[in-house]
């Protein structure tokens, strides 16, 4: 990386740092850090979709009274912006329009929460959803009611294969919560009952991952890993001998970096993509912001061709123990599918 190029990202390292200062002290809690405040402490990973932002983001008309084929449209148009890439509904999306009257183009955000234990969708759903009616479709189709409000409406795969094949598995059971405006999904009706525990304050939350993702702000879709899972899957361990060799002698020149224990990225409104990479100790952050910013700048080991084909970097700092890298995609590229999967030389640990 040319060394003005280097003066020049550091050069924004104390006015972002103050500003993300600024930003966490005088704002509320971010709807995505608050989804994670409600899924269980042992979640490694999870995936974002406000799809209230991203109706907005493309100006897209779907509502309650769309068809089908109007939120498959709807669906495929936010994957050309590489706004539906975090989504499992992906090939759900149509079905449950027409058979649950809940899908994409209702939906005001969704979390997907996973861990060693299972995974579970945590929908954000619209003050005006009639849960009446969701749960006469639920029972209509063949999900077992449960005996209290709060209880797990039991389907399973031959349930949901009856409603629709191209359904996510994890839509097989249903919890729904209409004083949270909320409504579970998971393939496992057992971890359901486990996140409720999360839910009504009995078990503790993913903190640490919701902490990291305040961060990003409120962005349109989001990635967010603990250290261990971006240490594995953003690793250059998967890439071949030489590109493991050429991403070597790369950090070599950058300084070196530190094992990263939370990485997050997020596609903002308007175009760019937030960064966050966080060390364990705040006194290793400056430096790997320096290191980090000028590997996000150059080759791309693993991948192919350089970082810079596909996005510039705006802006590099560091508070506490986290890294911000502010990117800014070029045209047609899918930055945030692409780099939320491994190898990543920036991301390495």
């Given at each position: ?33 608050g ?16 799809w ?7 100006d ?68 005006d959803?009639s ?27 031959d ?47 993913a ?5 990291l993702?305040?961060g ?20 250059m ?30 596609r ?6 937030r ?9 290793n ?5 320096d ?12 991948q ?8 510039s ?24 599918s ?12």
């Amino acid at each position: 990386m040319p060394r003005r190029a280097v003066i020049a990202l550091a050069a924004v390292v104390a006015v972002l740092a103050a500003g993300l200062v600024t930003w966490r002290l005088l704002s509320p809690e971010p709807e995505l850090a608050g989804a994670l405040s409600l899924v269980p402490a042992e979640t490694s990973r999870a995936s974002w979709t406000d799809w209230e932002g991203v109706r907005r983001e493309l100006d897209a008309g779907v509502d309650a009274d769309s068809s089908a084929e109007e939120v498959d449209t709807f669906m495929a148009e936010a994957f050309a912006a590489d706004l539906s890439a975090m989504s499992a509904l992906g090939t759900s999306a149509g079905t449950m329009q027409e058979q649950l009257g809940l899908s994409p183009a209702t939906l005001r955000w969704e979390l997907l929460a996973q861990s060693g234990d299972g995974a579970v969708e945590v929908f954000g759903v619209a003050d005006d959803l009639s849960y009446d009616d969701l749960a006469e479709r639920l029972a209509a189709l063949g999900w077992a009611e449960p005996d209290e409000e709060d209880g797990i409406w039991v389907g399973g795969p031959d349930v949901l294969t009856g409603v629709g094949s191209a359904l996510t598995p994890e839509l097989q059971h249903f919890v729904l919560l209409p004083d949270r405006h909320l409504v579970l999904t998971s393939d496992q009706a057992p971890y359901l009952e486990q996140v409720m525990e999360v839910v009504d304050g009995g078990d503790d939350a993913a903190d640490d991952l919701a902490d990291l993702s305040a961060g990003l702000v409120e962005p349109l879709a989001a990635a967010v890993y603990d250290g261990a899972y971006a240490c594995e899957h953003l690793a250059m361990a998967q890439a071949d001998d030489d590109a493991r060799a050429e991403a070597d002698q790369l950090v070599t020149a950058a300084g070196g970096v530190h094992p990263l224990t939370g990485f997050a990225m997020g596609r903002l409104a308007g175009g760019d993509l937030r960064a966050l990479l966080q060390v364990e100790d705040a006194d290793n952050a400056p430096g790997d912001a320096d290191a980090r910013a000028q590997l996000a700048a150059g080759p791309a080991p693993g991948q192919g061709g350089d970082f810079g084909d596909r996005f510039s970097v705006e802006g590099a700092g560091s508070r506490g123990r986290e890294i911000t890298l502010e990117l800014r995609p070029e045209e047609g590229t899918y930055v945030l599918s692409d780099l939320t999967s491994g190898p990543v030389l920036f991301a390495t640990c």
